[in-house]
């Protein structure tokens, strides 16, 4: 948890840095509450090289933000983890989180004065924490866990709408789609993610 919040402050200090670049158009940070759901292994997207495990489910916060430079065109960037964990194959003695990162082209065209559209695509990675019981430590770093990560290289789309409801405070519902390249450890490489942000935009909109 520690590299997550590390990773998500590194990554507000980079879009309030880029604030003062002369020739940013518009700045955007936001926080978010979204849920992810997936095929089953049922589904016809399931084969022989996936497990029975959906990514379906639980509760969803995500950090990010992002920075129009040219005709509400940028880029943008966030991270959203899983608030609790979940039980692989139902077992309670392997917890599992998934982790989601992705870094996105971002354009965002007025649709009235208060409402911009928000389009996204890029790449990210799907970083699976499975806990076990004891901690295992870095001989040169000094840094200990209790869990391992699998990680798994992705591409992300997402639509969204901003609607302005209190001068630069925006409330942003969200659909996006990952696809996420050999997530064998689950029954499908594709998952949805759906749920709504607030956020505030520095700069015009």
């Known amino acids: 948890m520690r590299k997550l919040i590390a990773t998500a402050c590194l990554g507000f200090c980079i879009v309030f840095l880029a604030q003062g670049t002369a020739h940013a158009q518009q ?5 978010g509450a979204n849920t992810v759901t997936a095929p089953g292994a049922s589904a016809a997207s399931g084969s022989t090289n996936y497990f029975p495990q959906s990514l379906t489910g639980g509760f969803y916060p995500t950090l990010g933000g992002d920075v129009l430079f040219f005709h509400h065109m940028g880029v943008g960037g966030e991270v959203s983890w899983r608030g609790s964990r979940n039980f692989y194959g139902g077992l309670a003695s392997q917890p599992f989180r998934p982790i989601f990162y992705d870094f996105n082209a971002v354009f965002e065209p ?16 799907e970083s699976v924490r499975f ?3 004891t901690y295992s430590c870095n001989y040169y770093t000094g840094f200990c866990s209790n869990y391992f990560s699998s990680n798994h290289f992705l591409g992300h789309f997402s639509a969204g709408i901003k609607f302005y409801v209190w001068g630069n405070v925006f409330v942003r519902p969200q659909v996006g789609v ?9 029954s499908s490489a594709r998952a ?13 909109h």
């Open 192 to 204: 949805t993610q759906m749920g709504i942000s607030i956020g505030y935009t520095l700069g015009h």
């Open 27 to 31: 700045v955007d940070v936001f926080f």
């Open 131 to 133: 806990y076990q019981s």
């Open 110 to 125: 007025p649709i009235t004065r208060h409402v911009q559209l928000d389009l996204e695509a890029g790449v990210g990675a």
């Open 178 to 186: 990952y696809l996420i390249n050999n997530n064998y450890e689950f």
